[in-house]
Nanobody, 115 residues
Framework: VVLMESGGGLVQPGGSMRLSCLASGSIWSFYYLGWYRQAPGKQRELVAD???????RYADAVKGRFTISRDNDKRMVYLQMDSLKPEDTAVYYCTAGVGADPNDWGQGLEVTVAS
């Protein structure tokens, strides 16, 4: 499946942003959909993922601030990011996987949190 992200850019600290990801094919077979990020000079890390049944998992750094959701009919997965911090600056990747480890990755979106 090809994953196409949208919604990145520049946002001020404390602001909000929603990332969207459209899958080119059916995402029903992908049990996990998720978002990873890679900050400059750091390793890629899981931000959040969601199972087909709606069970979510979040990195400790984003719990309470980010919300992941999916719409299987529209072939979309979303990441609502609130109370953004400069340390959230990274390239964000949409992912899809049969298991917890992603099988497919999007191209990546730059998100910059700065005043």
């Amino acid at each position: 499946v090809v994953l196409m992200e949208s919604g990145g850019g520049l946002v001020q600290p404390g602001g909000s942003m929603r990332l969207s990801c459209l899958a080119s094919g059916s995402i029903w077979s992908f049990y996990y959909l998720g978002w990873y990020r890679q900050a400059p000079g750091k390793q890629r890390e899981l931000v959040a993922d969601i199972t087909r049944s709606g069970t979510t998992r979040y990195a400790d750094a984003v719990k309470g601030r980010f919300t992941i959701s999916r719409d299987n009919d529209k072939r979309m997965v979303y990441l609502q990011m609130d109370s953004l911090k400069p340390e959230d600056t990274a390239v964000y990747y949409c992912t899809a996987g049969v298991g917890a480890d992603p099988n497919d990755w999007g191209q990546g979106l730059e998100v910059t949190v700065a005043s």
